[in-house]
């Protein structure tokens, strides 16, 4: 399995980016995907999951109701919509498939796309 993420950039606060995830393989060798975040200084974070079998969603509370992960509809391309953007938000942000949201948990990690937000 091989993960793309891409996406990211420098955006100003309250505004938007939508990151992507390509995954190679078939879709059974990952069981989820999902999304972390590393800011300086700080533990790597599951921000957001999306189980490839039922289609099930994980926010952490910090993006909930900001964030949206769906994908498309042959499942290889995850995406992170990300909305009213905080400087907060910004880090470097990596997709994974494993046991989401633990970082720990992860088989595979796509390289980070950093994402700047400017206050």
């Known amino acids: 399995v091989q993960l793309q993420a891409s996406g990211g950039g420098l955006v100003q606060s309250g505004g938007s980016l939508r990151l992507s995830c390509a995954a190679s393989?078939?879709?059974?060798?990952?069981?989820?995907i999902g999304w972390f975040r590393q800011a300086p200084g700080k533990e790597r974070e599951g921000i957001s999951c999306?189980?490839?079998?039922?289609?099930?969603?994980y926010y952490a509370d910090s993006v909930k109701g900001r964030f949206t992960i769906f994908r498309e509809s042959d499942k290889k391309l995850v995406f992170l919509q990300m909305n009213s953007l905080k400087p907060e938000d910004t880090a470097v942000y990596y997709c994974?498939?494993?046991?989401?949201?633990?970082?720990?948990?992860?088989?595979?990690w796509g390289q980070g796309t950093l994402v700047t937000v400017s206050s």
């Open positions: 994974a498939t494993g046991s989401c949201p633990r970082p720990d948990l992860q088989d595979y």
């Open positions: 999306l189980s490839s079998s039922d289609g099930s969603t």
């Open positions: 393989g078939s879709p059974s060798d990952y069981p989820a």
